[in-house]
């Protein structure tokens, strides 16, 4: 056999004692480290971020590679599923003007806030969620659960983002066109605080989604990441759930493109944010 194929028989009996190349070798040992990344993200990462945190723990890799041992190995990202949008601008409150004008970045910690509303299904009925995200960093600064979606859901979000953060008058707030961002009551608090009001276009040509990205965004990874793939049997469980994926996973270890693959946290403690 080894005369046919023109292989010594030194060489034949070196591969038998050691069958696999050194390449074959490297790309077992790089998979073992992929699925590590992979389960560590409880499998939401794709290639990308997977290739950003190899890189951070020294193991210099490029993205084609980690893609294609992702895919002969079948290590995928966790299915994502649409959901869509409840604002209630239905109503004849006063409208801010869109300050923003979607500018989604800032220069400097809490300079501009952006917050919206989402739901979440439970067996013992709707919980809803308000978040407020600091531009700078990505960070939820601010949030807060309840039974309704009524103005004081969104005033405690902004109470303990003022409370977490060292905010100052002039601060930019944005929002969609919600009654409850437009009631006298949360204007008289943006104006207690000498925040400025900020509001989203109706109906551009931009899509829903688009005139509050980065709210959008972190509640489509919120759900798409965490949430579809619980079932919720009371509200306590699925409050439980959002603060861990907030405040232990979001906040502190999820990776974020924009960030350069750095977490909210590690952005700001990488430029000393207070």
């Known amino acids: 056999m080894c005369k046919t194929l023109e292989v010594s028989r030194g060489n034949y009996y070196q591969w038998l004692k050691e069958p696999f190349s050194e390449r074959e070798k490297a790309n077992q040992k790089l998979t073992e480290e992929i699925r590590k990344v992979h389960e560590s993200s409880k499998?939401?990462?794709?290639?990308?971020?997977?290739?950003?945190?190899?890189?951070k723990l020294g193991i210099n890799v490029g993205h084609n590679r980690v893609a294609r041992l992702m895919r002969e190995n079948e290590i995928k990202a966790k299915m994502k599923r649409k959901y869509r949008n409840t604002t209630d601008s239905n109503h004849q409150l006063p409208i801010a003007e869109n300050i923003l004008n979607r500018d989604f970045n800032a220069q400097k910690p809490n300079q501009k806030w952006v917050s919206d509303i989402t739901y979440v299904w439970t067996l013992s009925g709707w919980l809803y969620l308000?978040?407020?995200?600091?531009?700078?960093?990505?960070?939820?600064?601010?949030?807060?659960?309840?039974?309704?979606?009524?103005?004081?859901?969104v005033i405690k979000a902004l109470e303990m983002a003022c409370v977490n953060r060292k905010s100052e008058p002039g601060l930019i707030f944005h929002s969609d066109r919600g009654s409850q961002y437009a009631s006298k009551e949360f204007r008289d608090y943006l104006k207690k605080r000498g925040f400025i009001q900020s509001?989203?276009?109706?109906g551009n040509c931009w899509g829903l989604h688009a005139i509050n990205a980065v709210s959008e965004s972190f509640f489509h990874s919120l759900k798409t990441e965490e949430l579809y793939f619980n079932k919720f049997y009371d509200k306590y469980q699925a409050k439980s759930c959002i603060f861990a994926y907030i405040?232990?996973?979001?906040?502190?270890?999820?990776s974020?493109?924009?960030l350069g693959y750095l977490s909210p946290h590690q952005f700001e403690l990488k430029n000393k944010c207070a």
């Open 43 to 55: 499998r939401t990462y794709g290639s990308p971020r997977i290739m950003a945190e190899l890189i």
């Open 130 to 153: 308000c978040t407020v995200i600091d531009l700078y960093s990505r960070k939820v600064v601010g949030w807060a659960m309840d039974d309704n979606m009524e103005t004081g859901l």
């Open 199 to 202: 509001m989203s276009r109706k």
């Open 247 to 254: 405040e232990l996973n979001y906040n502190r270890k999820r």
């Open 256 to 258: 974020h493109s924009h």
